[in-house]
């Protein structure tokens, strides 16, 4: 998707209320949290603008069969999180003691040695029992929370959908032209190109993942892999996150493969590591002509925005720095004649 055309605005107050406004937005919400609903909000309008047909009763008809495209989503998600559930402790008990008889046979010393104690590191790293059931009882409330979230961001969306005015009245006014008009259409045009970040960010990483889900799944069905429900689903959407998300999913695969033999686990490293020159070239293909960051920036983002926002941050901070590029590409610099080659 190409990016906005770049008009540079002119400096009037209503275009620095506009941006005075969107930092605000953006650092509300970093510190109050609220990846998720802007994120859902911006999935929600790009779903419903591609199911869009361009008729009498067109965006109707766009609501019905998103609703009907997110139930299956629903249903897929809970099907992959219900296998995930019962495969995990499987591969666990499977997968380590291949690993500790491959380290072993390497001479490498493990903090482990059964499925019994690598349990018991992993509670002794939340603390003791009371502080566990506390954990669970923050995380329950968490995750209300962000179904709470997930919903305002839909019903957002749906109403942007319909009418994306932040004014209705504008006719009634006394001045055609006044300062809030004028600046409700500067902070729309930010919110334009925020949104046009996020189709462009999330759009080039959704076409990566799915190529590196295809390629995976092509692989898990050549060699027999167990649990391919797991690493397919690991797969897409570990892949929606940039860089990192590869390592979490990788580190899954190798672990499956383990549950078959240390000659499956390496032959999968091996595959993950081909697929992964394979992304660099796409990556530059699909994601370098669209998004100019370099990687040392992006993991920076990756790694501010989860711990501002969780993972919901992660996702969301490739997209504000790409909004940050957009936005501040289009504004001139006024050099001062002190400051000039000529300048004596």
Known sequence: MAELTCTPPPA???????????????????????????????????????????????????????????????????????????????????????????????????PFTDYDSLKEMALDNLGSRMNY???????????????????????????????SKLELDREKYAVRDNLYSLSCDQIARRFETLYQSFATVIGAQITISAINTVLTTLFVLAVGLPYAVVVI??????????????LVSNTVIVGIGFTVSPQMALGALLYLVVIHKLEYFLNSKIIGHRIRNPLWLTLLALVLGERLMGLAGMILAPVVLNYIRMEASCLAVKHSLDSSPDAS
Request: net charge positive; with cysteine.
């Open 133 to 163: 059931l506390g954990n669970f009882a923050r995380f329950a409330k968490g995750a209300t929370t962000q179904f709470v979230f997930v919903l305002v961001g839909g019903v957002v969306a749906i109403s942007v959908f319909f009418n």
């Open 233 to 246: 689903g690991v797969t897409f959407l570990c892949g929606l996150i940039p860089v990192l998300g590869n």
């Open 12 to 110: 009037n107050k209503p275009v620095r209320i506009s941006y005075l406004f969107m930092a605000g937005t953006l650092v509300l919400v970093g510190y109050f949290r609220m990846a998720t609903p802007l994120l859902v909000a911006f999935f929600t309008y790009l779903a419903l603008t591609h199911l869009h047909f361009p008729k009498r009763g067109g965006k109707t008809l766009a609501v019905g069969l998103f609703l009907v495209l997110v139930a299956g989503l629903v249903y897929a998600l809970a099907h992959f999180a219900h296998q995930s559930l019962r495969a995990l402790p499987e591969i666990a008990d499977k997968a380590i003691p291949s690993i500790i008889e491959w380290a072993q046979e390497y001479q490498i010393e493990l």
